[in-house]
């Protein structure tokens, strides 16, 4: 048989026919799974509503008809299957899937009992679903209100220490779920006049004192497995804790719901119940998939911030329409305006006290210029410029309540950057440039943060001062090590110039004095010959130790000073000098020398320029050489060749400072300021 054209993905095996459609071994896996769980998310609800149905036509069998329609069952499987398909390897979608699972087992199972006993008498079976009835409500209800709380969001313990309370729950779960399965429990007789299957007779004196005293174990579980989640949310980056706020916040809205309702008897709240428990599992799909839903701060600032403004103002009202029913029944139709007059009154400024409350307890600052003050404060007291960056950082993604936020910082060398991140900003986040005297130092990029909660332009100013300080302080340690490596190669090149031509230049000299002087005697006319060629080496020793001592420094600085060498060198009409050049220290002379000398050059060789000012300040505490050309000027991006690399770190070695920037009417001007320290 012939080869059959292969399938992308599938291997074509000589012989045998590739069939279309046939995907790996992982793929079928997936589908599976997928099948599996959606499968189980369709019957959960199916069975829930089979049993309310059982529940219906055996209604003359219960004492206590307690089987409804749950909404952890028809929407919890639903919840977890989503989830799996994404997310398989994670616990927290399994434990939604599964809870939502057993509890539709266990309604079913009960159910169909009572439905079977009514219809048949004596069925077989009919006391076996009654037995799984009894005990699979405990791998239901544990599982969603107290083994959920305790590993969401990621599916583990918050820290070893809680692993106690994990073995309490699966203890509790498989203990009383195996003694409800062999006790003869008074409630299972009490439903179906059955007795179970599985029995023992010894527990029945037991039983009832167990599940008396079983609910206070139940209770401390749910509650230590909601308190894991303040130490997790405690402990948590930014990311973690909005994860829980999702579900903390779902959870809180339930709960109070359910007081309201127990204090009150609301209707209203009864019929919205199924929607407050819907949010349990939207918050935990926004909480594991993390899609772009992180405003649940915002959700529960507004509602924290609203919800008790509508309780006080209320509690203000009816106050004032008592008082004036009790003190001055006569107002009549007139307290109701009154009372609301009032309410208006203290509205506003009741909200912001509330609203800064709230704000104080979110670690959220409104106030912009508070945030910018956090920030200086952040660069002024920090050590190390990388780390203040890196605080700063932080501290701009709280603020503006973004996903992620990075500074890329670029280092001044060609391509090379040094990026400072908080969370993962996300393909398209928003770019701002972070401009030092209109040098582009760094690129600030933000993802999803909250609508109207931008000022970043006055945030990214001062954050262009520490991408600054952070280059800086990368030139810097370049530039020393640098100076130090340039330092070495010079010590290493004037020794190998002494050893390799003034060392063997003298000891030339030395044995030809010691020849001549053995034949001063015998031959007094060789000694003549022998006296010239000691000259001539003598003056190329000379020679050789004058090169030597002008490149350590110029000559010309020794015979006319830093402004007479300069005009020698440029030109009488290039160079201006304000105030005596007298009493500099050596290394500031040569420093300026030298970079004056290369920025001159430069101009004159690569800028092109007809006209080049060198100007020399002397200030109380400082020199400062200033290099103005009208040439073609600097490019937009300019790389530091040798030249200027070299200008830079002069002026660095005597703790100095050199920019070079483009003039604004065309041109370069270099800026160089050396430390000068006044003798008393």
């Known amino acids: 048989m012939p080869d059959v054209p292969n399938v992308p993905g599938v291997p074509n095996v000589p012989g045998v026919p590739n069939v279309p459609g046939v995907r790996d071994s992982p793929d079928r896996r997936r589908t599976a799974l997928a099948v599996l769980v959606w499968t189980g998310a369709v ?7 089979l049993a309310v149905r059982l529940t219906d036509l055996s209604a003359s069998t219960w004492t206590d008809p307690f089987i409804t329609l749950d909404p ?9 299957a989503f989830l799996i398909t994404r997310r398989p390897r994670l616990l927290v979608p399994w434990l939604l899937w599964g809870g939502g699972i057993a509890g539709s087992l266990f309604y079913l199972t009960f159910g169909a009992a009572h439905w079977l006993h009514l219809t048949s008498p004596g069925a077989a079976v009919t006391p076996y679903l009654a037995w799984a009835g009894m005990w699979l409500w405990l791998w239901h209800v544990p599982v ?5 709380s305790l590993l969401f969001p990621d599916g583990r313990l918050p820290s070893r220490r809680w692993r106690p309370v994990l073995y309490a729950n699966l203890a509790l779960m498989v203990g009383h779920s195996l003694f409800l399965g062999l006790a003869p429990d008074p409630e299972f007789e009490s439903q179906l ?38 130490f997790r949310y405690r402990a948590g980056d930014t990311e973690l804790r909005r994860q829980i706020a999702w579900y903390v916040g ?11 309702r127990e204090m009150t008897g609301s209707w209203l709240l009864k019929a919205m119940e199924t929607v407050f428990i819907a949010g349990l599992p939207l918050s935990i799909i926004a909480a594991v998939l993390r899609h772009r839903l992180y405003g649940i701060d915002v959700v529960l600032n507004r509602t924290l911030v609203y919800g008790s403004l509508v309780a006080l103002t209320g509690a203000v009202y009816f106050v004032l329409i008592w008082l004036a029913g009790v003190l001055a029944s006569d107002l009549g139709r007139g307290a109701g305006p009154v009372a609301a007059l009032a309410v208006g009154t203290v509205f506003h400024p009741l909200r912001l006290r509330l609203q800064g409350v709230v704000d104080r307890a979110f670690a959220v600052e409104r106030d912009p210029y508070r945030v910018v003050d956090q920030l200086g404060r952040i660069g002024q007291g920090a050590h190390d410029p990388a780390a203040a960056l890196d605080e700063a950082v932080t501290v701009l993604r709280e603020v503006l309540g973004a996903t992620g936020v990075d500074v890329e910082v670029h280092t001044g060398r060609a391509g090379t ?5 908080c969370g993962r900003p996300e393909p398209g986040a928003r770019q701002v440039p972070l401009l030092w005297h209109a040098e582009r130092v760094g690129t600030l990029r933000v993802s999803g943060a909250r609508p109207g909660r931008e000022p970043m332009a006055v945030l990214a100013r001062h954050l262009a001062e520490l991408a600054h300080a952070v280059r800086l302080t990368a030139d810097l340690r370049r530039s020393r090590e640098r100076i130090r490596s340039t330092r070495d190669e010079e010590r290493r090149r004037l020794g190998r110039e002494l050893h390799d031509g003034l060392g063997p230049a003298l000891t030339s000299v030395t044995f030809a004095l010691d020849e001549a002087r053995r034949r001063l ?3 007094p006319g060789a000694v003549e010959e022998l006296l010239v060629r000691i000259r001539g080496e003598m003056i190329a020793t000379i020679a050789s130790v004058r090169e030597l001592v002008y490149g350590l420094r110029p000559p010309a600085l020794d015979d006319l000073g830093l402004e007479g060498a300069l005009r020698a060198f440029a030109g009488e009409t290039a160079v201006t000098a ?5 009493g500099l220290p050596a290394a500031v002379e040569v420093a300026a020398y030298r970079i004056a000398q290369e920025a001159f050059t430069n101009a004159r060789r690569h800028a092109r320029a007809a006209t080049v000012v060198v100007r020399l300040r002397r200030l109380p505490s400082e020199l400062r050489v200033e290099v103005a050309d009208d040439g073609v000027g600097l490019p937009e991006n300019p790389v530091a060749g040798v030249g200027l690399t070299s200008m830079r770190e002069r002026a660095a070695e005597v703790g100095g400072s050199c920019v070079i920037r483009r003039r604004p009417g065309g041109g370069t001007e270099v800026t160089v300021r050396l430390p000068v320290e006044e003798t008393a």
Do not use: C, K, Q, Y
């Open 578 to 582: 304000d105030g005596s050049m007298d």
């Open 193 to 230: 006049p059955l007795a179970n299957p599985f029995g023992v007779e010894a527990l029945r004196e037991i039983s009832p004192a167990v599940e008396e005293h079983i609910g206070l174990p139940m209770m401390v579980l749910i509650a230590l497995g909601i308190a894991s989640l303040v």
């Open 43 to 49: 019957l959960a609800p199916a069975g829930n509503v």
């Open 72 to 80: 952890t069952v028809m929407l919890f499987p639903a919840a977890g």
């Open 250 to 260: 779902a959870l809180a809205v339930l709960l109070g719901s359910w007081i309201l």
């Open 521 to 523: 005697d015998t031959d």
């Open 144 to 148: 969603l209100t107290s083994l959920l």
């Open 417 to 421: 950057t040094r990026v400072f991140a």
